[in-house]
């Protein structure tokens, strides 16, 4: 999800929820810490440098169960960091600790805000020797017209 969606949804909504892959809420008293831009600049093992740009949002749980992340708010931090940080319409990755600090995507069902499980993966494949994953299709679904016909003597 970019940030241009997470505020379209927020526009729409009483209250915000996020939903842990195992299907458990974070709990309603949490906070957003942070709003910011992360940057990697690396090499992948086949050596080619790369960047990636990331808007993070940090969820917290603290024990003020009194005070609410409502909507508007979260919309305000989000367009006071994109003002003073230069957000631009990045991809969201949220940090949530439950037993360790976890990096999670986002989306959103239509109710809850979803964090998805992350995977890690080689970018240079074809550097090390790792098959590239064809893709299989099914004879029978091939709707191509025969290549020649039978009164046209090209067999």
């Known amino acids: ?25 974070v709990p309603s008293h949490f906070h957003v810490t942070e709003v910011g831009k992360i940057t990697k600049h690396f ?14 949002f940090q969820l917290w749980n603290a024990d003020d169960y009194n005070h609410r992340l409502h909507p508007e708010k979260l919309l305000h931090i989000i367009e006071l960091s994109e003002k003073v ?3 631009k319409d ?8 439950a ?14 805000f979803l964090l998805t499980t992350k995977q890690t993966d080689c970018l240079a494949k074809e550097n090390c020797g790792i098959p590239v994953e ?10 191509d017209e025969p290549c020649c016909s039978p009164d046209g003597n090209c067999c």
């Open 1 to 25: 999800m970019k940030l241009s969606e997470i505020k379209k949804q927020l526009t729409q909504l009483e209250h915000i929820t996020f939903m842990q892959p195992n299907g458990d809420l």
């Open 43 to 56: 090499i992948d093992c086949g050596g080619t440098v790369r960047n990636e740009e990331v808007a993070n």
């Open 85 to 87: 940080l230069g957000l």
């Open 90 to 97: 990045l991809e969201i990755e949220v940090e949530y600790q």
């Open 99 to 112: 037993e360790t600090i976890g990096k999670f995507g986002l989306d959103f069902d239509g109710t809850n």
């Open 134 to 143: 064809k893709t299989k299709v099914k004879l029978a679904e091939i709707n």
